[in-house]
């Protein structure tokens, strides 16, 4: 192309811009006014973090770190521990003892959900994490741990021995009284 074309083609443009402009001058501003008005979230929003439990009131999550190995941005620190039947916190052999996720250099993409064989963690829609402090954006397995149903003991539990032989409840229960 040579160079006057080029003049030619540049010079076409600048109406573009200007009808692009004078189209926005006169439509109305899109403001939220954020406290008290909210912008609806899309349906694959994902949001904070948290551990679910049974409807027993054990805990889902079995230590088993893979979370921790699915995140790419290495956010998640997770510290099995032995379940004894004296303290029982989630069903199988070990629970996790310490879970913690920095919210700061999580980057929200599911993997630690997906990879979760017990479905214990959840991003939610519900809350975008804020905090003021880099320690305070590490969010501990108390702040993530949901709580327990009504009327429902909260870990850890005594357990008869024998009760929990696999990790993970099978769905439906089993029932033993057949």
Known sequence: MSSFEETVS???KIPVGYATVLRNLFSKPVTLQYPEQKKPMSARF???????????G????IGC????????????????????NAER?????????????????????????DACPTNAIVLEPIEFPTGYT????????????EAPPNGVPTTPQATQPGKFDRSIVPYPPVDASV
């Open 134 to 145: 880099r320690e305070g954006m590490i969010y501990t397995k108390s702040m993530l741990l």
């Open 10 to 12: 540049r010079l076409l």
């Open 89 to 113: 916190y989630s069903p199988g052999e070990r629970y996790a003892k310490t879970y913690e996720i920095n919210m700061l250099r999580c980057i929200f993409c599911g993997y630690c959900e």
């Open 46 to 56: 994902r949001g904070r973090h948290h551990l679910k439990r049974y409807d027993d």
């Open 65 to 84: 770190a893979l979370c921790a190995a699915a995140c790419p941005a290495d956010a998640i620190y997770v510290e099995a521990d032995q379940n004894t």
């Open 58 to 61: 054990l805990e889902k999550c």
